[in-house]
């Protein structure tokens, strides 16, 4: 059961009603939440593959600013010629896929953010990421990197954990 409080500031940080809520997936450092666990299933039973969804306003613009400067195609572009990083990728996406089915199967490999064979959405592997910790996604920490150095994101992102 998720605190009532919770899904009121979560509904709060996205303008709208939370779906699917399972759990708060990670906090930041002052306490709010930051990204929630959602159910495969909404409840008016419409699939939602997306495990893990970010909710702070600074972390999904962040998540916005660093796409729209080409980090997703230096990534996807990386990811072709590096075995090594692709293969951790491949085992965040297989990772995130079995955590996903555990709670319901849905019938599909597709685990969102372009994994594992390209990086399309950082949102969702941001969001992977700070759920799951450092050294789950190598891209999402990646991200979480440049941004955790940014002043805006003191009480946000734990600089210590991400630099």
């Not at 699917?20 to 930051?34: M, S």
């Not at 293969?87 to 996406?93: G, L, Q, S």
């Amino acid at each position: 059961m998720v605190d009532p409080a919770d899904i009121e500031a979560v509904a709060r940080q996205l303008g709208r009603e939370p779906r699917g809520v399972l759990e708060i997936a990670y906090r930041c450092p002052n306490g709010e939440p930051g990204v929630v666990k959602t159910a495969p299933r909404l409840p008016d039973g419409t699939p939602f593959p997306t495990l893990y969804y970010l909710t702070h306003p600074a972390l999904t613009a962040a998540a916005s600013r660093l796409e729209s400067s080409g980090l997703m195609r230096e990534m996807s572009e990386r990811l072709q010629q590096d075995e090594e990083l692709a293969a951790a990728y491949r085992r965040a996406h297989e990772s995130y896929l079995a955590e996903r089915d555990a709670i319901e199967p849905l019938g599909t490999t597709f685990t969102g953010g372009g994994m594992p064979d390209r990086v399309k959405c950082l949102h969702v592997v941001m969001a992977h990421s700070l759920a799951k910790g450092r050294g789950v996604n190598p891209f999402g920490d990646e991200a979480l990197a440049l941004l955790a150095v940014e002043p805006a994101m003191a009480g946000i992102l734990d600089r210590e954990v991400w630099v």
